[in-house]
């Protein structure tokens, strides 16, 4: 997984823009995680990030490393240009972490519901 980590500032006002490179077994694609999400994700806000990073502003917090190799599921929030031009670069709404036993479940429930038909 590819990751960049922008932080944008502006009147101290420190925002998150953490831009990813995902892949699965048939497609890569790029999104961007902003900030409640990537606060959400990542436990911490981005003050404190900063804060953290003692002025090394090119080095990439493990926090944001950590994300590399990780299983997760994005939810997107299309625009657009995603729709009408086909941009790949999309804005992640929500990450959700996999839950095996749910997904589990949720199988054995569609397979229960075709067969009642």
């Known amino acids: 997984m590819y990751y960049h980590i922008c932080v944008t500032l502006t009147k101290c006002d ?3 823009r953490i831009r990813l490179q995902i892949s699965d ?3 890569t694609t790029s999104c961007t995680l902003f900030d409640e999400e990537a606060e ?3 436990n911490t806000s981005v003050s404190f990030l900063l804060d953290s990073l ?3 502003s090119e080095e990439i ?3 944001i490393q950590e994300l590399c190799g990780q299983r997760l599921i994005f939810r997107f929030k299309l625009n657009n240009k995603n729709l009408t ?3 790949q670069n999309y804005a ?3 990450i959700f972490v996999p839950d095996e036993k749910l997904e589990k479940r949720y ?3 569609k397979a229960e519901e075709v067969m009642v038909y």
């Open 14 to 16: 420190s925002r998150y």
């Open 25 to 27: 077994h048939s497609a």
């Open 40 to 42: 959400r994700m990542l």
């Open 54 to 56: 003692d002025g090394k």
């Open 61 to 63: 917090p493990k926090i």
């Open 85 to 87: 031009l086909g941009m």
């Open 92 to 94: 992640v709404k929500k």
């Open 107 to 109: 199988l054995e429930d």
